[in-house]
Structure formats: structure tokens, C-alpha cells
């Protein structure tokens, strides 16, 4: 409903407009995007584990009721993995809700790997509703040996 309707225009209720007004696209105003905002409540609403182990990382996510294909497992800037996807929820026209909990739609996470992360060996598994994504660790560098210099005599 609009406030001036009702005769309630202020520069105070021009401001509030203003800053509850999401715009569409990338940027504008230097305000956030409808975009960002639906990908932090995405990344928010997708709780996960990060372990480390002695060879590898691994990054658990409950995805109950999804196929692996409703699921996207990639590493973006050769540093970050995402885990995306989508849960959509069954429709039948036979059946109405009484009750609606489950969290529908888009999901998201984002973790910046370490520097010993091996981005080429990633291997993801979903077993029983539990993804698990491993993330091998890079050999640790060898030691660097001290280098001999010469004296020369003057």
C-alpha cells in the first residue's frame, strides 16, 4: 500500500521506502540485490559440517529427499566450493497441506578452501540423505635445503 495515498508522504517515509526497496539487478545504490539477498538466506538455511582429516577435507550437508541430480557440487575461482541445488516440493492435486515445515526451494553454501586443498581431486557422495564432499590435501612442500655458498679468498 502506498503512503501517499493517504496524505503520509514525509522525507522520513521516503527514506523508509528507500531502504526497504530490494532492486532488481547487480547493483544499484550500492544497496543489496534481490539476488544476494536470496542467495544469504539460501546459505544460511544450509547448515553443514566441515572436517579435517590426516589426507583430505570433508563438507557434510543433510540432503534429505534429493536425487543427485537435484544436487551441484563446483569449485568456482579455483578456491571456493559450492554446494547448490534445488528441493521442489511434490504437487498433487489430490492432496491438500495442513502442514508445511519442510524448507523448499533453493539452498546453497559456499566454503573458500585452503591453500593445500587439491582442487582437482573432489569427489562428492550422497549416501542415506547425507552429501559428503572430500577434498584432498596437497602433499606438504618439501622442505627447502640450505644453499652452500662458496667463499672465495680476496
Known amino acids: 500500500m502506498d503512503a501517499r495515498m493517504f496524505g503520509l508522504e514525509t522525507p522520513r ?3 523508509l521506502h528507500h531502504l526497504l526497496d530490494v532492486p532488481d539487478g547487480d547493483k544499484a545504490g ?3 540485490t534481490r539476488t544476494y539477498v536470496r542467495d544469504a ?3 544460511a538455511a544450509t547448515p553443514a559440517d566441515v572436517k579435517e582429516l590426516a589426507g583430505a577435507y570433508a563438507f557434510v550437508v543433510d540432503m534429505p529427499g534429493l ?3 537435484d544436487i551441484r557440487v563446483q569449485v568456482e575461482d579455483e578456491r571456493v566450493l559450492v554446494i ?5 516440493r511434490e504437487e498433487r492435486e489430490d492432496a491438500k497441506y495442513l502442514r508445511m515445515e519442510r524448507r523448499m526451494g533453493k539452498f546453497m553454501r559456499k566454503f573458500v578452501l585452503p591453500d593445500n586443498a587439491d582442487v582437482d581431486k573432489v569427489a562428492a ?3 542415506d540423505g547425507v552429501l559428503t564432499v572430500t577434498v584432498e590435501k596437497l602433499p606438504p ?5 640450505p644453499k652452500t655458498i662458496e667463499i672465495k679468498v680476496a
Open 30 to 32: 550500492g544497496g543489496a
Open 125 to 127: 557422495v550422497c549416501r
Open 41 to 43: 538466506r539460501a546459505m
Open 67 to 69: 536425487s543427485t541430480g
Open 13 to 15: 517515509v521516503a527514506a
Open 84 to 88: 547448490s541445488g534445488e528441493r521442489r
Open 141 to 145: 612442500p618439501e622442505p627447502k635445503k
